[in-house]
T-cell receptor
Framework: DAGVIQSPRHEVTEMGQEVTLRCKPI?????LFWYRQTMMRGLELLIY????????DSGMPEDRFSAKMPNASFSTLKIQPSEPRDSAVYFC??????????????FGPGTRLTVT | DAKTTQPPSMDCAEGRAANLPCNHSTISGNEYVYWYRQIHSQGPQYIIH???NNETNEMASLIITEDRKSSTLILPHATLRDTAVYYC???????????FGQGTELSVKP
């Protein structure tokens, strides 16, 4: 398996622009997580989905952030409009949640976002 | 989810065992101890988890005290590639999100 795939790996954009981050989870996994990592705040969960349904979005900073999971193999995290304080590494992770699972999460390589 | 406490940093000589401690004194009976690590510029990587029995896999061993208030992750023969930040996380098995603390930055030195 190729693991969790994220694109782009690096994104540089100007303040006010829309940014879309993409994630393809591991095939067969039914839970997907978006995390953000900064030096100041460390790793923090933004939102997670189970069976394509958002379960907990309490970590989404504000209305500028939105996430979708239209099917089991694809998710997006959108920031509109972007601000310099959104600069961070964004990780996507997936796991299998169900009978017999040990619930470990597999992380993608991350997208490094820089907003100037 | 219970809070965990880890030392901010540790050093280990290459080839020696690395023992990383974690305190979780408020752990509940249905909460597991999970360990992840993050090598610089990469996504976190699952290492091991346990409930109350000691666990071992190809990467590490996990020792949980009988009262479950603390645990130790053991890397039996540390290599330079084990240099990373190690996170101890406590949560219920199906608890969804992982709450990462500051972790322990392990430096393996030649």
């Amino acid at each position: 398996d190729a693991g969790v795939i994220q694109s782009p790996r690096h994104e540089v954009t100007e303040m006010g622009q829309e940014v879309t981050l993409r994630c393809k989870p591991i095939s067969g996994h039914n839970s997907l997580f978006w995390y953000r990592q900064t030096m100041m705040r460390g790793l923090e969960l933004l939102i997670y989905f189970n069976n394509n349904v958002p379960i907990d979005d309490s970590g989404m900073p504000e209305d500028r952030f939105s996430a979708k999971m239209p099917n089991a193999s694809f998710s997006t995290l959108k920031i509109q409009p972007s601000e310099p304080r959104d600069s961070a590494v964004y990780f996507c992770a997936s796991s299998f949640t169900g009978t017999g699972s040990s619930y470990e999460q597999y992380f993608g390589p991350g997208t490094r976002l820089t907003v100037t | 989810d219970a809070k965990t406490t880890q030392p901010p940093s540790m050093d280990c000589a290459e080839g020696r065992a690395a023992n990383l401690p974690c305190n979780h004194s408020t752990i509940s009976g249905n909460e597991y101890v999970y360990w992840y690590r993050q090598i610089h510029s990469q996504g976190p990587q699952y290492i091991i988890h346990g409930l109350k029995n000691n666990e071992t896999n190809e990467m590490a061993s996990l020792i949980i005290t009988e009262d479950r208030k603390s645990s130790t992750l053991i890397l039996p023969h540390a290599t330079l590639r084990d240099t990373a930040v190690y996170y101890c996380i406590v949560r219920v098995a199906g608890g969804g999100k992982l709450i990462f603390g500051q972790g322990t930055e392990l430096s393996v030195k030649p």
